[in-house]
């Protein structure tokens, strides 16, 4: 069992920034891919940014030159640094970790609970 957790949401007015961070702790050999999604009232989900155990990253295009993903591989860590933000962001941020709990498995895929950002105008 792998849990995740986000933190970082809050208000902040348009142009502003916000960094997120999300955390996952448990069985953990590795983790693969972490990504930021988020989901908007009544839109679906969507991915925001991901990033892999070695570093690549893609970015969602409506994002790219504002939003920055990063990982520390050894505290099992992401972080989203958002700048530039808009009203249209207001979503709720989700983050996801893919990985394995042993090197021969792949058996992870949780999902945090997720943290609301607002962008006022």
């Known amino acids: 069992q792998v849990q995740v957790v986000e933190s970082g949401g809050g208000l902040v007015q348009a142009g502003g920034s916000l960094r997120l961070s999300c955390a996952a702790s448990?069985?953990?050999?590795?983790?693969?891919?972490m990504g930021w999604y988020r989901q908007a009232p009544r839109k679906q989900r969507e991915l925001v940014a991901v990033?892999?155990?070695?570093?690549?990253?893609n970015y969602a295009d409506s994002v790219k030159g504002r939003f920055t993903i990063s990982r520390d591989n050894a505290k099992n860590t992401m972080y989203l640094q958002m700048n530039s933000l808009k009203p249209e962001e207001t979503a709720v941020y989700y983050c996801?970790?893919?990985?394995?709990?042993?090197?021969?498995?792949?058996?992870?895929?949780?999902w945090g609970q997720g943290t609301q950002v607002t962008v006022s105008s």
């Open positions: 996801n970790a893919a990985g394995g709990s042993s090197w021969y498995a792949a058996d992870f895929d949780s």
């Open positions: 448990g069985r953990i050999f590795i983790i693969n891919t």
């Open positions: 990033i892999t155990s070695d570093g690549r990253t």
